[in-house]
């Protein structure tokens, strides 16, 4: 209901916050689509990198925050070469440029595991970031051009907006997604843990004896053999989980590169 009005609202204010007539305009609301997704891979990932480097890899908390530095310093070298590329190519070329290397970030990421090394890892996210260094200066400017001069201040606030907005929900649907699959993979991975698994018995049997040999009880090495396959099972599915979250994030940069194709026909046409 609030929406609603909102959207009511704004329709017909004669000075609105946000201007939804300028979703009429095609590059623009193309340019809007591209930043929507951006937001939610963006803010996205750096939940995903940072609990995945944590929970998984095993890493602390100020090393997972470090990974990221070298990236931050590349998207700072890179903004003003892409700022100065945007005035020489289309934008929306240098937008599905930055949207293929942020999906090729993101494909790397999901074949990552608990053995892959800290700066392979943080190369993965050199990678991720150079696409976003293309992604942002194209973005807006792109998305500006396509408005006339009296335009622009509401034009700029809709593409902040919409980016923020995709963050928000990015972070969200990338938490819930990545205890969905976890869930799932758990589940799979424990219907396997049967008799018939030579793996699995031989690993509670190695780890009961090595419980036995500290002086524990064949009872309790039994139950903490168990217990020690459980945790197991759910580093396992945990890492499948991410793995599926990171293709998932690629997926949909990938998919961003239509609505930015359709930004660059409609500048053609104009």
Known sequence: LALVCFIWRQLTARYPMLDLR????????????????????????????????????GFSATKAGVALIPAGMLMVVMFPTAGRLVDRLPAHILIMAGLFWFSIGFVL????????????????????????SLIIP????????SLRPEQVS????MVNFVRTLGGAAGVNLMVVFLESATADHAVTI??????????????????????????????????????YLGQTVFAQAQ???FQDTFLLTSMIAMLAMIPAYVMGRGAGRS
């Open 154 to 157: 509401q034009g700029a606030g």
């Open 190 to 227: 424990t219907a396997g843990q049967t008799p018939d698994n030579s793996a699995a018995m031989e690993l509670l049997a190695r780890t009961a004896d090595l419980m036995q040999d500290a002086g524990v009880s064949a009872n309790e090495a039994s139950a903490g053999a168990l217990h």
């Open 239 to 241: 890492t499948q989980g």
């Open 109 to 132: 990421m999901s074949v990552s595991d608990a053995n892959t090394p800290y700066w392979l890892f943080v190369f993965f996210t050199l990678v991720n970031r150079f696409g976003l």
């Open 22 to 57: 300028l979703y009429a305009n095609p590059r623009f609301a193309s340019a809007a689509m591209v930043g929507l997704i951006f937001g939610f891979g963006m803010f996205g990932s750096i939940y995903a990198i940072a609990v995945f480097m944590q929970q998984v890899q």
């Open 138 to 145: 194209s973005l807006n400017t792109g998305a500006l051009r």
